[in-house]
């Protein structure tokens, strides 16, 4: 399972990173998650307004 943003429907908004538990979520060039500290909570899918977090 891997947690990846659609990076055509991201606006930036941040509320991601402000909602993941264990800090996987970081602003580089784009709006990224750390694989390897995602504990797969999925709070970032329900909170993403832009529905732009999928789960594959
Ligand atoms: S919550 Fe969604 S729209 Fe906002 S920065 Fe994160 S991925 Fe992008
Ligand atoms: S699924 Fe949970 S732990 Fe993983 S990036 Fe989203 S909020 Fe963070």
């Known amino acids: 399972m891997v947690i990846s943003i659609d ?6 908004c941040r509320m991601c990173i402000e909602i993941c538990p264990v800090g996987a979520i970081e602003e580089k060039d784009l709006i990224m998650v750390d ?3 995602c504990i ?11 529905k732009a977090i999928v789960i594959k």
């Open 35 to 37: 694989m390897f500290r």
């Open 7 to 12: 990076q055509s429907k991201c606006s930036r």
């Open 40 to 50: 797969k909570c999925r709070s970032c899918v329900v909170a993403c307004p832009s």
